[in-house]
């Protein structure tokens, strides 16, 4: 019983986490380099700015109520300073990094990390309304599901009384 079920769940993780490889190697890889797919990094480069930049810069400065100077602002909302490239560079190396993880003992904080990635990326994309929310709403799924335990904790063996 709980030998089969350990083993169908390493099974069922283990195609999960190859599946979750490949997304993440290619969407890191796009974020990081043109040579992966040229069109979706030009995409990546140039929406990220005016799509969420405006987003970001709301929740920063009247949701979250973070004090910035003009400087800070300027930076959030048009950025001249290649603050965008840098983030979409570091989110991509960061997303890559974690693949690694997934392969080695710490591919439950690889995963975790990941997760980390796609919650903000749920949110930004339905508060920009750009229909594109349930990619990293599903992502964020199966990472949750790379997280669970292989099998259900052992019953504590019952005392015999005399």
């Not at 999960?16 to 040229?38: E, R």
């Not at 190396?93 to 974690?98: G, L, Q």
């Not at 690694?100 to 990326?121: D, E, K």
Request: charged content about 15%; glycine content about 6%; some cysteine.
């Amino acid at each position: 019983g709980t030998s089969f079920t350990h083993s169908i769940m390493g099974l069922v993780k283990t195609i999960l986490a190859a599946l979750l490889s490949f997304v993440f190697l290619m969407t890191g890889g796009n974020k990081v380099t043109d040579q992966i797919h040229a069109p979706t990094h030009a995409e990546l480069s140039g929406n990220f700015q005016k799509s969420f930049g405006p987003i970001w810069a709301d929740i920063i400065n009247n949701k979250l109520k973070i004090p910035a100077d003009a400087a800070i602002y300027k930076m959030v909302i048009d950025d001249g300073s290649k603050t965008y490239a840098t983030m979409r560079t570091v989110l991509g190396a960061t997303e890559i990094a974690c693949v690694i993880m997934l392969w080695s003992p710490f591919r439950s904080l690889g995963a975790f990390l990941l997760l980390g990635i796609m919650i903000p990326a749920v949110y930004s994309h339905h508060l920009a309304n750009d229909g594109q929310m349930a990619v990293p709403a599903v992502l964020a799924a199966l990472l949750v599901i790379l997280l669970l335990p292989d099998s259900a904790p052992a019953k504590p063996s019952k005392k015999k009384t005399k």
